[in-house]
C-alpha cells in the first residue's frame, strides 16, 4: 500500500506500507494512474485442464474490464497449453480496451497476430519446458531475428513491447531496434526478499528511468502479486502493468470482480 502526504499545493511525498521509502514527488506524478492489464492466462489453463468449455477467458475479460481492468493480456504460446486461437478471436471482437499479446517472434505468431491485430504485442522468449516464461528476451542476442518481426506489426500499427531484464544493455538495444515500449521483468524483484529485493528494485527503477529518458513506454511484470506490488507501481516512469497468476489465483476463493478491484486499489 502507498500513502501520500501532502506538502505544499506541487509536492507530495509518497510514504509505502512498511514506512521505510519516504520520496518526493510532484503533483503531476501523484495525479498519474497506472493502468493494469489483467492476464487471464490461467482461465484458460483450468479449462484445458480437462478439454473443457469451462471456464471461458472471454467471459473472464469481461468480468475483468467491468471491475476496473484498464486492458486484456494473453499469452498464446506454440504449444497452445492455455489460450486457444479461438480465444484470442473472440477477445479481439469483444475487448473495447486494450487488447495485448504475449508472443514469440515466430512466423506463425506474426501471422496470426496480422490477422487478428491486437492492440499491442510484447515479444517474449518461449521454451517448451518451462513452466511460465523464464527471463526477458536477450536482445543482444536475439536481435536480428526480432527486428523484422517488430517492425511488421509497429507497420500495422501495433504498438510492439519487448520484454526484457532491468539492463542498461537491452534498454538501449530495445530502443534501436525499434521498440515503443518495454516490459521490464519483475520476476527477480517478486521471488527476492530484504536485501536482495532492495537492489532488484533499485535496479527496475533505474531500467525504467533509461528507459523513459529514451522515449520508450515503461511496462512491468512477472511475478507481481498483492504484497509487492505496491512498490513497483510506485515507480514513476512505470504506466502499466501485466498481472495474472496473483489474480486469477484470488479469483478462485474471492471472485474476479473483487480480485481486480483487490489490486486496481494497491496500484493506483
Ligand atoms: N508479463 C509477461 C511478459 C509474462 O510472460 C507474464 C506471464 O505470462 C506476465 C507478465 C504475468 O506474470 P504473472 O502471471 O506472474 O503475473
Redesign the pocket.
Known amino acids: 500500500m502507498v500513502y501520500y502526504y501532502r506538502r505544499s499545493s506541487h509536492e507530495y511525498t509518497l510514504i509505502t506500507t512498511n514506512w521505510c521509502s519516504f520520496v518526493s514527488i510532484s503533483r503531476s506524478e501523484r495525479m498519474r494512474t497506472v493502468r493494469l492489464g489483467v492476464?487471464i492466462?490461467h482461465v484458460a489453463t483450468l479449462r484445458q485442464a480437462r478439454r473443457a468449455q469451462d471456464p471461458d477467458p472471454v467471459a473472464a475479460a469481461a468480468l475483468a474490464t467491468l471491475a476496473g481492468a484498464d486492458g486484456i493480456t494473453v499469452?498464446l504460446r506454440s504449444d497452445r497449453r492455455h489460450i486457444q486461437d479461438r480465444d484470442l478471436e473472440l477477445l479481439r471482437q469483444t475487448v473495447r480496451t486494450h487488447l495485448n499479446l504475449?508472443m514469440a517472434a515466430t512466423e506463425e505468431m506474426l501471422d496470426l497476430a496480422l490477422r487478428v491485430r491486437p492492440d499491442a504485442v510484447?515479444l517474449?522468449p518461449e521454451r517448451p519446458d518451462e513452466v511460465?516464461?523464464q527471463g526477458g528476451l536477450d536482445l543482444m542476442r536475439v536481435g536480428n531475428r526480432v527486428a523484422p518481426v517488430a517492425r511488421k506489426l509497429a507497420s500495422a500499427g501495433i504498438q510492439v513491447t519487448f520484454?526484457i531484464e532491468a539492463e542498461p544493455s537491452q534498454i538501449r538495444q530495445a530502443k534501436k531496434l525499434g521498440g515503443q515500449a518495454v516490459?521490464i521483468n519483475t520476476d527477480g524483484y517478486s521471488k527476492s526478499k530484504g536485501r536482495r529485493q532492495k537492489s532488484e528494485l533499485e535496479a527496475v527503477v533505474r531500467a525504467a528511468r533509461l528507459a523513459h529518458s529514451l522515449g520508450l513506454e515503461v511496462h512491468a511484470?512477472?511475478?507481481?502479486d498483492y504484497h509487492n506490488v505496491g512498490k513497483i507501481a510506485a515507480v514513476p516512469e512505470i504506466v502499466e502493468l501485466?498481472?495474472?497468476?496473483?489474480i486469477v489465483a484470488r479469483a478462485v476463493l474471492v471472485g474476479l470482480d473483487r480480485a481486480v478491484r483487490d489490486m486496481k486499489k494497491l496500484i493506483n
Open positions: 492476464n492466462d499469452h504475449e510484447c517474449v511460465t516464461t520484454f516490459e511484470g512477472h511475478g507481481l501485466n498481472i495474472g497468476h496473483a
